[in-house]
């Protein structure tokens, strides 16, 4: 079974400042898809960032970027000009590419708390 | 754009009693999922759904739970006499391909 780990339970960046958020799986597939949920307070569960397998090319969208590690199973989320509506729990999840319909395995989120 | 949607948003309901939660998913989509989230914990997947049957379920998902789509939008979960440790927030999700667009889920308290 796939496991996600994310390391930092919490952490903190000034408004304007470059944060990274890691993220480490466990998996023996070769081709599956990687994402990162934001949730605010309001508790919806709202897509940052994808990113497939067998795509070399790191994914961006706007200020968010990933730093995809494949030999290492490392799927990091930086996210730079940080805003303060950025502060939310962010969660990294897995996802397998073989099977129509997987699951989608999440990490134990990372609290980001945004300082004026 | 669509999305999927969930009734109540918020459901208090006393132990032992049953609870029907609701879903709209996506009207093209195929695929159908319940997740839930205790208060300060990661999502844990409940089932999945396709073709009128359950696809995957987890070891959270016992007899307790049961899904259905009634009538061809709606998804339901029904819980069966709920237990304190039911309270979560339960999310409904459904998909094509790669995404999972998820609703705004229902916040279940059991007293």
């Known amino acids: 079974a796939q496991t996600v780990t994310q390391s930092q339970p919490e952490m903190s960046v000034q408004e304007a400042e470059t944060v990274t958020l890691s993220c480490t799986y466990d998996?023996?597939?070769?081709?599956?898809?990687l994402f990162w949920y934001k949730q605010p307070p309001s508790r919806q569960m709202i897509l940052v960032i994808r990113?497939?397998?067998?795509?070399?090319q790191n994914a961006t969208e706007n200020r968010f970027s990933v730093n995809f590690q494949k030999a290492a199973k490392s799927f990091s989320l930086k996210i730079s000009d940080s805003q303060l509506g950025d502060a939310a729990m962010y969660f990294c999840?897995?996802?397998?590419?073989?099977?129509?319909?997987?699951?989608?395995?999440f990490g134990e989120g990372t609290q980001l708390t945004v300082n004026p | 754009e669509p999305e999927v949607t969930q009734t109540p948003s918020h459901q208090v309901t006393q132990m032992g009693q049953e609870v029907i939660l609701r879903c709209v998913p996506i009207?093209?989509?195929?695929?159908f999922y319940w997740y839930r989230q205790i208060l300060g914990q990661k999502v844990e997947f409940l089932v999945s759904?396709?073709?009128?049957?359950?696809?995957?379920k987890s070891e959270i998902f016992d007899d307790q739970f049961s899904v259905e789509r009634p009538d061809g939008s709606n998804f339901t979960l029904k819980i069966r006499s709920t237990k304190l440790e039911d309270s979560a927030m339960y999310f409904c999700?459904?998909?094509?391909?790669?995404?999972?667009?998820f609703g705004p889920g229902t916040r279940l308290t059991v007293t």
């Open positions: 759904f396709y073709n009128n049957e359950i696809s995957e």
């Open positions: 999700a459904s998909s094509l391909a790669a995404l999972l667009y």
């Open positions: 998996t023996s597939e070769s081709d599956y898809y």
């Open positions: 990113q497939e397998a067998y795509k070399q």
């Open positions: 999840a897995y996802r397998s590419f073989q099977t129509s319909g997987s699951r989608l395995t």
């Open positions: 009207s093209n989509h195929l695929y």
